[in-house]
Structures are given as C-alpha cells and as structure tokens.
C-alpha cells in the first residue's frame, strides 16, 4: 500500500519540500551520516517495490535518515508532526518498527516503513 502512494506522490516524503533547520550543507552532513550497510532499520517487505532503502534515527532522536542502496539519502523529522507534499506526516517508532502516520484530506493511515535488524 506504500508504494502505491509513493508512486501517486513520489515526493511524499523527500526532504526537499520540508524545511530544514539550519542550510543544506547541514542537511547534507546529516544525510551522510547514515551508512547503508550498517543502517540501524531495514524498510519492510513490500513497502518500496524498485529501491533498497534503509533508515537511521539520528543521536539526537530529532531526524530519520532515509538512505538508499545506490547513495542518495535525505532526512526527515522524527517523532514530530510535519508536512510534506499536502500530507501531514508523523513518524515514530512502535516497539521495533518504523511506522508513519499520513493524513490527507483529513484521512489518517498507519504504514510500518521498517524494522530494526
């Protein structure tokens, strides 16, 4: 069911419609952070048809690094409510699993992206 709304709004989540704290160098830094071979969560069976991705919780539990198999990363807000691509998201981590909540068009949905290896 993920997928399909990544393929319906491909930039749901990319981080480049949110906004940042601090300059994009910063968000670079961050990104870079996140090592896709020692990535602390795995995205669940079905959730991304064509890519590997994996994802990091930064130290200070305020950003969840997406990285992907090829290099490409980008961050998002963690624990926190955003808005992102005229959805409000919320990202949060349930025993050991990565879940995001989506509302649009005041429509609320619950999506486990990942769980810890």
Request: charged share 20%; aromatic share 12%; proline share 3%.
């Given at each position: 069911?993920?997928?399909?709304?990544?393929?319906?709004?491909?930039?749901?989540?990319?981080?480049?419609s949110i906004k940042a704290a601090g300059n994009i160098k910063d968000?670079?830094?961050?990104?870079?952070?996140?090592?896709?071979?020692?990535?602390?969560?795995i995205s669940d069976v079905g959730v991304y048809t064509d890519e590997k991705v994996r994802y990091c919780i930064s130290s200070d539990q305020k950003e969840l690094i997406y990285v992907m198999a090829m290099g490409t990363s980008w961050v998002v807000p963690f624990n926190r409510q955003y808005r992102a691509d005229g959805f409000v998201n919320y990202v949060t981590l349930e025993d050991d699993r990565l879940v995001l909540y989506q509302k649009e068009n005041g429509v609320v949905t619950r999506k486990v992206l990942g769980r810890r290896r």
């Open positions: 069911m993920l997928a399909a709304v990544l393929v319906v709004h491909p930039n749901a989540l990319h981080a480049s968000e670079f830094e961050r990104a870079q952070a996140c090592d896709y071979f020692e990535a602390e969560f």
